[in-house]
């Protein structure tokens, strides 16, 4: 039997009650999910799904991941609502080509961890799966593993078993939707320039998911939680100098500025404590009628122990996020909110700021080892 897998939370669950109804069934996973956007969310699903895989017994194979194919598929349902024709399209493009493998594989039947879903219409895909099948000489297997306290047997083994919970279906159309009703930016579709792995971002879950298969590769004692935290995103900012844009890098957990006129800046000598807890005397920036703050390429340098030889290399590699936030406390507080600035020369003039500041409560994945 060819099963078609979802993720790791609905095939953990529909694998094992699977094995229960046919325990004389040779089992294949199969992950074909082209509608999992971005890639890196794509790359985390699988990943898990492999663990999970691994742990149950069952090979897997990968699919395609044909991202623009979906994209062409779906082309003007991009509005629809969840449970609407886009997912009906969705779910008759993975299990087509979940029924072409088994056909070309020789399997006498197929299914798909779908049906777990609690967001999935069962019915519908009963009757897909049906269909597909018919026209490609397969018995599609349907069984309900949803009932009877189903779903929340589900959801207790995936917490049991630590596995990746995931926020949405993968389909970047239903979590623009999500999130607009959330009243919050879809963060799991912006990336950092500058490649810091930030609170909240698909680099910081991949991260946190490959700490826990370490811990388990070393046999170390490890917990799996949630967070709520506000994450903080720049999504545009600007330094104008006499009308000429210039080089700046906004430290996180700045505030937005409207071009904002920041009359002369007076720099004074501080003693502030650096990344390796040494005290460093730096000059800092203040403007006169702005609470922004401003530092010097040199004097950053000194204080996280980079290398950088201007601002414009250090947008495009930008220091760890936990430096940045421990360089905020030194200068302002941890619950300051103030713009800090970084520029490649001390400039004691007016300037003109503009930051789109974005700050967002979100509950993000962590974990602890002990």
């Not at 056909?103 to 049906?115: A, G």
């Not at 078993?161 to 995931?166: P, S």
């Not at 905020?328 to 001390?346: H, K, Y």
Request: proline share 2%; with cysteine; net charge neutral.
């Amino acid at each position: 039997m060819l099963v078609h897998i979802c993720c790791s939370v609905d095939s953990h669950y529909f694998l094992s009650e699977l094995r229960k109804v046919y325990p004389q069934s040779k089992m294949l996973g199969y992950f074909y999910n082209p509608n999992i956007h971005p890639k890196a969310e794509y790359d985390l699903r699988l990943f898990d799904v492999k663990r999970s895989c691994k742990m149950l017994g069952i090979d897997l194979i990968e699919g395609e991941y044909e991202i623009q194919k979906w994209f062409a598929d779906v082309k003007g349902l991009e509005c629809e609502p969840e449970k609407g024709e886009r997912c009906v399209k969705c779910f008759d493009m993975r299990l087509e080509k979940s029924a072409q493998v088994a056909h070309k594989m020789s399997f006498d039947s197929f299914t798909s961890t779908l049906l777990a879903s609690p967001l999935k219409e069962q019915k519908i895909l009963f009757a897909e799966g049906d269909e597909i099948a018919l026209a490609y000489g397969l018995e599609f297997i349907k069984i309900d593993v949803r009932s009877n306290g189903g779903t929340q047997a589900q959801s207790e083994l995936a917490n049991k078993d630590r596995l990746y919970k995931q926020t949405y279906c993968g389909c970047q159309f239903a979590l623009s939707r999500q999130r607009e009703k959330q009243k919050q930016l879809p963060l799991e579709l912006m990336s950092n320039i500058g490649k810091q792995i930030a609170p909240g971002s698909n680099e910081s879950r991949k991260a946190v998911f490959d700490l826990r298969d370490e811990c388990e590769r070393l046999g170390r004692e490890y917990v799996l939680y949630k967070q709520t935290k506000i994450v903080w995103r720049n999504l545009r900012s600007i330094c104008i100098d006499e009308g000429k844009v210039i080089s700046s890098y906004v430290l996180t957990h700045s505030r937005s500025k409207n071009m904002v006129k920041t009359s002369s800046i007076a720099y004074i000598k501080q003693s502030v404590y650096d990344k390796e807890h040494k005290i460093q005397t730096i000059e800092v920036g203040y403007a006169k009628r702005d609470e922004s703050i401003f530092i010097g390429i040199e004097d950053m340098n000194a204080l996280l122990k980079t290398h950088y030889t201007n601002v414009q290399e250090m947008v495009y590699n930008a220091p760890c996020y936990e430096d940045e936030m421990a360089l905020r406390v030194e200068l302002c507080g941890a619950d300051s909110m103030n713009p800090i600035i970084i520029l490649d020369r001390r400039i004691t003039h007016s300037l003109k700021i503009f930051i789109n500041a974005y700050f967002q409560e979100s509950s993000i994945f962590a974990i602890t080892t002990y």
